[in-house]
């Protein structure tokens, strides 16, 4: 079974000024589709903050972004750090499940996505990440676009065990690729 994880696609997290924020609204949408359209699971993680912040959990920031579509049967996950099986719920709902693959997108892409990949591969499990499905915000160093494209080439070549690894597909390439439902 497929899982596609949606990392921090809140209101306080993926502003308008995130690159391509629209694109990847559309792919994200259309990834969970097409994982419950093939018998798959669908799990949004949520930052929480401390009270005060932008992200304190109710707050309207803390909310998944206006712009998801999530569906009946989806699951959320709630975590404190950049990494979305630190001390959360997560990897006990993957064991439940007879996961196949982890299928990743959402924001920040240098922060979050990329601490949730490389966890998700130390974890063990087969990793895809969405290269159209993630993003971020400029930096005073870099701008958006170079911090999502160092990204997508260093997960391809990260240092993991033989029989690892870190996959990178568009969304049209997840489409493509679709699995037959299993059998019972």
Known sequence: MDVLLIIDVQQGVMK???HQQPQVLANI????AHVRQHHGRVIYIQHDDLPGDELEPGSPGWQLHPGLQPAKG???VRKTACDSFLETELAFLLAEQAVDRLILCGS????CVDTTVRSA????FEVLVLNDGHTTADRPHLSAAQIIEHHNWMWQHLSLPEGRSVTLLTTDQLLEAAQPALAC
Do not use: E, L, V
Request: hydrophobic share 35%.
């Open 16 to 18: 308008a000024t995130h």
């Open 29 to 32: 949408n259309r990834a969970a």
């Open 74 to 76: 989806d699951s959320r």
């Open 108 to 111: 920040n892409t240098d922060f």
């Open 121 to 124: 591969a130390a974890h063990g």
